[in-house]
């Protein structure tokens, strides 16, 4: 149900209006690395919300760096696991931002939208630090919001009946 439940929204606000980069799916990918179990259910979230939006948004030469960028931030999720604090949360959300520029950079460069020298690949890198800035911005946000409602939500219905719906990982 929670790995439903963050695909739908992934896909969801990708399509709302916003601004570049400015989406909640490295945060979701976070977000479920760190509480879901599974690590193949966990993995399958980002993946499954790129997959489907970006065949609508359209597809592009790159994109195996930012759905790989996206699992690695899955992975770096799953070190939340059982020691989730707000520091932490904050730490990994801007290593998450960072991992993923470098990441989806590099494959930008690489497929050949930059000069494939060193000086095209710090151009790349230098052309895309705009997108970080939008990109970091959500990733924090989005971390915040969605790692602080479960905490406040599974409080709240720890010891209810609803806790076997709700919190199901």
Request: proline share 4%.
């Amino acid at each position: 149900m929670l790995a439903l439940s963050l695909v739908i929204a992934g896909i969801a606000l990708r399509f709302l209006p916003h601004a570049p980069n400015f989406t909640p799916v490295a945060a979701i990918a976070l977000f479920g690395g760190a509480y879901l179990s599974d690590r193949k259910t966990a993995l399958l979230v980002p993946l499954a919300l790129m997959v489907a939006s970006d065949l609508v948004l359209g597809m592009h030469n790159t994109v195996a760096f930012t759905w790989g960028g996206f699992l690695i931030i899955t992975l770096l999720g799953s070190l939340l696991q059982k020691r989730i604090s707000g520091l932490r949360v904050v730490s990994l959300s801007l290593v998450s931002s960072l991992v993923f520029f470098v990441v989806s950079n590099f494959g930008v460069w690489l497929m050949g939208w930059y000069p494939r020298t060193f000086a095209g690949l710090a151009e790349c890198y230098l052309m895309a630090v705009p997108f970080l800035k939008d990109f970091t911005a959500a990733t924090l946000l989005y971390a915040v919001a969605l790692f602080g409602s479960y905490e406040l939500i599974a409080r709240a219905v720890r010891d209810t009946r609803l806790a076997k719906v709700l919190l199901q990982k």
